[in-house]
T-cell receptor, first 112, second 112 residues
Framework: TQLLEQSPQFLSIQEGENLTVYCNSSSVFSSLQWYRQEPGEGPVLLVTVVTGGEVKKLKRLTFQFGDARKDSSLHITAAQPGDTGLYLCAGGRNTNAGKSTFGDGTTLTVKP | NAGVTQTPKFQVLKTGQSMTLQCAQDMNHNSMYWYRQDPGMGLRLIYYSASEGTTDKGEVPNGYNVSRLNKREFSLRLESAAPSQTSVYFC???????????FGSGTQLSVL
């Protein structure tokens, strides 16, 4: 079983602060995806990274794939209450996204 | 835009009862998936269907059966529900060649 460990498990911050969420594994993945999930809803894909060292930006969110393709990070600048949710990383070893290994998630709360 | 539709939204069963969770997608996707999500354990793949007429076991298939009724519909059946199957169940679909998963909004199942 390929494990993906996310840290921290819970994070509570004030609006305007910066934060970083980590996703680590001892296994190499061909791709790494980040999802956000709101209560009562399914996960929604934010980004897919496929190249070691790749950095992608989505507004205030910056995603990085480690050089060895074993880890990834999600950095949020100037967090807003709308960023509140469960953030999940998922590592894939082929093009079948559905067979990816999911991390346990980081629950982020941004207080106004 | 309906996307992936799951029914029911909530269900309470007694131990030993059976039920079928329904899932339908309107995106003409080839691949469909069933996951369960438990606190602190992320999403785990139960079964998947790479195309109409095929199904395969995922990480945690015991106690479940699936049917790919046609390209749109993929159902999950619990023949004899157990308390360990209390969870939130998500259906997802993908085009099969891409890495993007589209999730339904989930079914919260409690087995007493």
């Amino acid at each position: 079983t390929q494990l993906l460990e996310q840290s921290p498990q819970f994070l509570s911050i004030q609006e305007g602060e910066n934060l970083t969420v980590y996703c680590n594994s001892s296994s190499v993945f061909s791709s790494l995806q980040w999802y956000r999930q709101e209560p009562g809803e399914g996960p929604v894909l934010l980004v897919t990274v496929v190249t070691g060292g790749e950095v992608k930006k989505l507004k205030r969110l910056t995603f990085q794939f480690g050089d060895a393709r074993k880890d990834s990070s999600l950095h949020i600048t100037a967090a807003q209450p709308g960023d509140t949710g469960l953030y999940l990383c998922a590592g894939g070893r082929n093009t079948n996204a559905g067979k990816s290994t999911f991390g346990d998630g980081t629950t982020l709360t941004v207080k106004p | 835009n309906a996307g992936v539709t799951q029914t029911p939204k909530f269900q309470v069963l007694k131990t030993g009862q059976s039920m079928t969770l329904q899932c339908a997608q309107d995106m003409n996707h080839n691949s469909m998936y069933w996951y369960r999500q438990d606190p602190g354990m992320g999403l785990r793949l139960i079964y998947y269907s790479a195309s109409e007429g095929t199904t395969d076991k995922g990480e945690v298939p015991n106690g479940y059966n699936v049917s790919r009724l046609n390209k749109r519909e993929f159902s999950l059946r619990l023949e004899s529900a157990a308390p360990s199957q209390t969870s939130v169940y998500f259906c997802a679909s993908s085009s099969g060649e891409g890495r993007k998963l589209f999730f339904g909004s989930g079914t919260q199942l409690s087995v007493l």
